[in-house]
């Protein structure tokens, strides 16, 4: 209790300067916390923001060769099928969800008309198999159902429809489900009403149907324009695509080597580059925030050189009475430790709650960045920050407790 009474003394006595100290190490560790609770609002909106695709999905596209195999020429258009589709999931092992798509017009315009009643629009139709939305389970349904087996079985002529298509069509959401809208000229019962955040919305904009009732209406024969798969929980999504690969290039007799005939957009892969990309940038931050808590963390041991340099008569006085070299370290590194600890948990909680606060105002305010999501921080990190915060506050106060207890009491009446 007496030391803590000291410490506090000699902090008082010295106000200014222990007010500028703390304040580089509350400066060091807050912008550490506001660094990485943005790199956690980016890294979130990369991985989230430009699709609502899950992580593990693969996505298979047909294309034209690039190399000629087996006397085919170059530029022969290669053509997926649902052959192709019940071979892989006879024949690959770790398949848990196949579907395809296949759309009307193209897959990224949205270039077929779609009227209800006196209202229209022009929307992206597509046919999709019934594991579709297995495998994009991350698309909210906000009334009515998705598609199911049954209505692929059964050639239903239902469809779901995308909230942008809903807010052109009707007056409000509720009013969709079970209106018939027209799609050239054919008319189809809505069931569902989704929101799919991918593309920044724009993949609200589309229709989907059963395939089998899309096949009916407009025709297509077993060919599929798109394969998807998504793999059973711990299969190697990279591994599995290497196989898929294997498997479509013999059927179609495309070259081993040819990587254009058949290519391929791997969520894995992707989830894996950008985990590559923010692990460099977390280790940026890092190096940055380190930095900026050593400039505070040298004020510190500066502060205490001066300390023990203005406090050498008291510190002969007190060990010619009969302190021990322990105690004056231990009462040295306290005041160290104590300026460190106050101010870097100041910083800590300031910074955290300066990330909860721009949390809470984008959710309420309803604001989606293209490149930053809500910003927030791991507390385990935090709390280590702040340990290591406080080592750093000890270390920095050694050297200086050292030498004041080597101070011989002799010497130490000398000094002015």
Not at 95 to 104: A, C, D, G, Q, W
Request: include cysteine.
């Amino acid at each position: 209790m007496d030391g803590l009474e000291e410490i506090f003394y000699t902090l008082r006595q010295n106000k200014l300067r222990t007010a500028l100290t703390a304040f580089g190490v509350f400066w060091g560790i807050l912008m550490l916390i506001l660094l990485l609770g943005a790199g956690r609002g980016m890294q979130k909106a990369f991985s989230d923001g430009w699709s609502n695709d899950v992580a593990d999905s693969i996505w298979i596209f047909p294309s034209v060769t690039s190399v000629a195999f087996m006397g085919f020429p170059i530029g022969r258009q290669i053509n997926l099928t649902e052959e192709d589709m019940a071979a892989i999931r006879q024949q690959i092992p770790g398949v848990r969800y196949i579907s395809s798509e296949n759309p009307l017009g193209t897959f990224t315009g949205s270039d077929i008309s779609v009227t209800f009643g006196l209202k229209s629009g022009s929307f992206g139709v597509l046919g999709v198999a019934d594991q579709y939305f297995n495998i994009k389970e991350k698309v909210e349904f906000n009334d009515g159902r998705r598609l199911n087996k049954g209505d692929q079985n059964e050639n239903r002529k239902v469809v779901v429809i995308g909230t942008k298509v809903s807010e052109r069509l009707f007056s409000n959401h509720a009013e969709a489900i079970g209106k018939e809208i027209s799609i050239n000229g054919i008319a189809f019962k809505v069931i569902g009403l989704f929101f799919d955040k991918g593309n920044q919305g724009r993949m609200s904009e589309r229709i989907y149907m059963p395939v089998s009732a899309f096949k009916k209406a407009f025709g297509g024969g077993i060919n599929v324009a798109l394969i998807t798969v998504r793999p059973q929980p711990g299969v190697n999504g990279i591994e599995l695509e290497e196989k898929i690969m294997q498997l479509l290039k013999l059927r179609h007799k495309i070259a081993p080597n040819d990587v254009r005939a058949i290519e391929v957009a791997n969520k894995a892969r992707d989830a894996e580059q950008i985990n590559e990309v923010f692990t460099g940038l977390n280790m940026f931050i890092w190096m940055v925030g380190i930095g900026t808590l050593l400039a505070g963390i040298v004020g510190v041991s500066n502060i205490m050189i001066i300390t023990v340099k203005e406090r050498t008569r008291e510190i002969g006085i007190r060990k010619a009475i009969g302190a021990r070299p322990n105690e004056i370290i231990v009462g040295l590194l306290m005041e160290s430790v104590l300026v460190t600890g106050v101010a870097g948990y100041t910083g800590l909680v300031v910074g955290i709650g300066i990330l909860e606060i721009v949390s809470m105002l984008l959710k309420k305010m309803q604001i989606e960045l293209p490149y930053f999501q809500q910003p927030e921080i791991d507390l385990r990190v935090a709390i280590s920050a702040l340990c290591l915060l406080v080592i750093a506050g000890l270390l920095a106060g050694l050297m200086p407790a050292l030498r004041a207890a080597r101070i011989m009491p002799v010497e130490a009446m000398r000094a002015e």
